[in-house]
């Protein structure tokens, strides 16, 4: 066993035994340890705990956690889906995915707790390139503040439109970006997460077709539900893809809870998608 510099010094000066100074070695070696996983200051330098660093810092995260595990993620207003996101609620920059076969299957109701939370804190929310026109009177009474709403409009080029929410993405004048695209490539996703994170916002991406090897570390599908005994703003919601989270979760959510449960829109004996906040053509 290598000697501590205490240890070391007692046996070169002859006041004591290898033996003993071996005992003595390891005793230094144990402080040592229950400093480190203390905390303590050794030296010049103080060692932080690895707990400590664990829940501090929500880059790091256990492959064997559980979605859900702390609490550092922003929440998107439905204890439901906060429960099976890793920190308990949206990511805080970066990019997130949400999947859907068709537009207005609630995916802008998903959204609107965090729209108003933002506004909140005298932010800009950036839409680019919505499928169809806003419906500025929804957005009201839904509580969004339209004078802190800016558009991309849909004939906007997909070159213009992916350069404006980089740039949005990294100015941090804007809390939330949210565009419409399909069949961007890994790199231009890359590119658009690194924006994210270096500007401190969060952008969600609307698609119809799911990108396996996509870097974000969020991708979720919205499902409208079609069954005769359910509600037409009953939707399932899926997780298929979460840093920190090593399984597919999912949950259903009411995105209309202010229709009633017995609510039937006009046109259910043909289930289609939900305008919502989109305006009618």
């Known amino acids: 066993m290598r000697l501590g510099p205490t240890a070391g010094a007692a046996y070169r000066k002859g006041l004591t035994g290898k033996r003993t100074a071996g005992l003595a070695a390891r005793a230094e070696f144990s402080a040592r340890q229950d400093s480190t996983h203390t905390g303590t200051r050794i030296g010049k330098q103080t060692a932080v705990p690895i707990e400590q660093l664990l829940h501090s810092n929500p880059e790091l995260w256990r492959g064997c956690d559980m979605a859900g595990?702390?609490?550092?993620?922003?929440?998107?207003?439905y204890p439901a889906l906060d429960e099976i996101l890793p920190g308990r609620g949206w990511p805080r920059n970066g990019l997130v995915e949400i999947i859907s076969k068709q537009w207005g299957m609630g995916e802008l109701q998903l959204l609107?707790?965090?729209?108003?939370?933002?506004?909140?804190q005298g932010k800009w929310?950036?839409?680019?390139s919505p499928p169809h026109q806003l419906y500025a009177?929804?957005?009201?009474?839904?509580?969004?503040?339209?004078?802190?709403?800016?558009?991309v409009k849909a004939e906007t080029s997909c070159r213009d439109a992916l350069w404006s929410m980089e740039k949005a993405l990294?100015?941090?004048s804007c809390g939330l970006v949210l565009a419409w695209q399909n069949w961007l490539p890994g790199?231009?996703?890359?590119?658009?997460?690194?924006?994210?994170?270096?500007?401190?916002?969060l952008g969600v991406l609307f698609k119809h077709n799911v990108s396996m090897h996509s870097p974000s570390p969020l991708r979720m599908e919205i499902k409208s539900s079609c069954e005769e005994d359910s509600s037409f703003s009953d939707a399932e919601v899926a997780v298929l893809k979460a840093r920190g989270n090593f399984r597919p979760l999912s949950t259903r959510l009411d995105l209309y809870p202010c229709f009633g449960p017995d609510f039937r829109p006009a046109f259910q004996a043909k289930p289609e998608p939900q305008p919502g906040l989109y305006a009618h053509l």
């Open 170 to 172: 990294q100015s941090g």
């Open 125 to 128: 929310v950036l839409w680019i």
């Open 187 to 201: 790199r231009v996703l890359r590119r658009l997460q690194l924006a994210g994170e270096s500007g401190d916002t």
């Open 69 to 77: 595990r702390g609490s550092h993620g922003l929440s998107t207003g």
């Open 137 to 151: 009177p929804a957005l009201v009474q839904a509580g969004i503040d339209i004078e802190q709403v800016l558009v």
């Open 112 to 120: 609107l707790p965090l729209m108003r939370s933002v506004i909140a």
